[in-house]
C-alpha cells in the first residue's frame, strides 16, 4: 500500500513538473528561437508561411492566418489609398503583396515577389504587364532585420506607365526571373490607383518648386560648380538609397574583373564621404586643386568599362572626377526629376 502511494506521489510530481515547464513564459531575448516562437514573439514581422510560389495569384477566399480548410472565408484582400500609401493585402492585417509610398513626390513601390534565387540587395528586372500594355523596372531585393524578404523595390515617378496600367480595367501581372504575382482589379485597384497618383502628383508639385528654387542653375555644368563646394546641396540632391559600384582591385589582370555593386541607405555610408572637406561625398574645388583631380561632364558618353546590371540610363546627366595620366576615374550619374538633378549612382572604376 505504502508503494502504491510512493508510485502516485511521484507520478503527481511529474505531472506537477512537466506541466510547469509547459507553463512557462516565453522568453522572447533567447537567441533560439523557432519559427513559431518568432511568430508569437514579433507578430507582423516574421511569416511563418511558405513563400509564393512561381505564377502565384493572391488567393480571394482563404483566411488571411490560422484558418482551417472548410472554414468559411474571411474578408478578401482589397485595394485601400491612405496616408500617402496605395495598398493591396488583407484588411485589419500585416499581409499586404504591394505597397506605393509617396516620398517628396516620387512612388517607392513594395511589391511581394522575388526570384527563387538572390540575396538582399541583388537587382532584378521586373515587368509589369496588362493586356498589351507592360513597363519594365529594375528592381532591388529587400531584407527584413539581416534576415531574406520576400519582396523587391524601386522607386518611379507618379508620371510612370505603372499607373496607367494600375488604372486600367484587367489583371496586372509583375513578373521577375522565376516568378509573378497577379494585382487583379477588383475590390477597387482602379479608383484607389487613381486618386493616390493625383495625391502624390499634388505633392511632386510642390516639392518641384522647393527644389527647383534650391537648385543654383539649370545648366548642368554650372549645377556641378555648385554641387561640388557644398555639403548641404550634396546632402539635398543625393537620391536614396544610392546605386555604388566599385571595380575589384585584386580581379584586375586576371581576365575575369569583378565589380562590387550595392545600394547605400544613408548618406553616411557612402564610401567617398569625406568629413575634412566639410561632409562632402564630391570632392570641393579646393580639395581638387590640391589633389590634382579634374571634372568633366560626360553626358551622352558610355563609361569604361561598362558591367551590366549597373545604372545606364540614357536620360541621365553624368559627371566624371578623375586624375589625369592615372588609372583613377570615378562616375556621377544624375537624373532629372522636380525641376533639379538629383545624384542616383556613383560608379567607381578606378584600376
Keep these: 500500500m505504502r508503494t502504491i502511494s510512493i508510485s502516485i506521489a511521484a507520478t503527481v ?6 506541466t510547469a515547464a509547459r507553463a512557462a513564459p516565453l522568453d522572447c531575448t533567447s537567441k533560439r528561437l523557432d519559427a513559431m516562437e518568432l511568430t508569437k514573439c514579433f507578430p507582423g514581422l516574421f511569416d511563418p508561411r511558405r513563400r509564393q510560389p512561381a505564377d502565384s495569384v493572391p488567393s480571394q477566399k482563404a483566411p488571411p492566418s490560422g484558418g482551417r480548410e472548410g472554414d468559411p472565408p474571411e474578408t478578401a484582400p482589397g485595394w485601400e489609398h491612405q496616408d500617402e500609401r496605395l495598398v493591396y493585402g488583407w484588411p485589419f492585417s500585416d499581409i499586404t503583396y504591394i505597397t506605393i509610398t509617396c516620398r ?14 538572390g540575396k538582399a540587395g541583388d537587382k532584378t528586372p521586373i515587368k509589369f504587364k496588362n493586356g498589351a500594355s507592360e513597363v519594365q523596372h529594375t528592381a532591388t531585393l529587400t531584407e527584413v532585420d ?59 508639385i510642390t516639392e518641384v518648386r522647393k527644389a527647383s528654387d534650391a537648385c543654383q542653375s539649370q545648366d548642368f555644368s554650372k549645377f556641378m560648380e555648385a554641387f561640388s563646394d557644398s555639403a548641404d546641396m550634396q546632402r539635398r540632391f543625393t537620391s536614396l538609397p544610392l546605386e555604388y559600384g566599385q571595380l575589384d582591385m585584386e580581379s584586375l589582370g586576371t581576365g575575369h574583373e569583378k565589380y562590387n555593386l550595392r545600394m547605400i541607405a544613408t548618406f553616411e555610408e557612402i564610401p567617398s564621404l569625406d568629413r575634412r572637406d566639410g561632409g562632402t561625398i564630391f570632392p570641393s574645388k579646393s580639395r581638387r586643386t590640391k589633389g590634382r583631380l579634374l571634372m568633366r561632364d560626360v553626358t551622352g558618353e558610355p563609361e569604361r568599362p ?37 545624384l542616383h549612382a556613383i560608379h567607381d572604376k578606378s584600376t
Design 146 to 204: 539581416g534576415l531574406s524578404g520576400d519582396d523587391v523595390e524601386f522607386s518611379i515617378p507618379t508620371s510612370d506607365k505603372l499607373f496607367d496600367l494600375l488604372t486600367r480595367d484587367g489583371p496586372v501581372v509583375a513578373r521577375v526571373p522565376g516568378a509573378s504575382l497577379t494585382l487583379p482589379a477588383q475590390n477597387g485597384r482602379v479608383s484607389t490607383a487613381r486618386a493616390f497618383r493625383k495625391s502624390c502628383a499634388s505633392q511632386q
Design 13 to 18: 510530481l511529474v505531472i506537477s513538473v512537466v
Design 306 to 342: 561598362e558591367f551590366p546590371e549597373e545604372r545606364r540610363s540614357p536620360e541621365d546627366s553624368v559627371a566624371i572626377l578623375y586624375l589625369e595620366g592615372s588609372g583613377f576615374h570615378i562616375y556621377f550619374r544624375f537624373a532629372r526629376s522636380q525641376g533639379c538633378w538629383f
Design 104 to 117: 517628396s513626390g516620387m512612388a517607392d513601390v513594395d511589391i511581394r515577389v522575388r526570384p527563387p534565387h
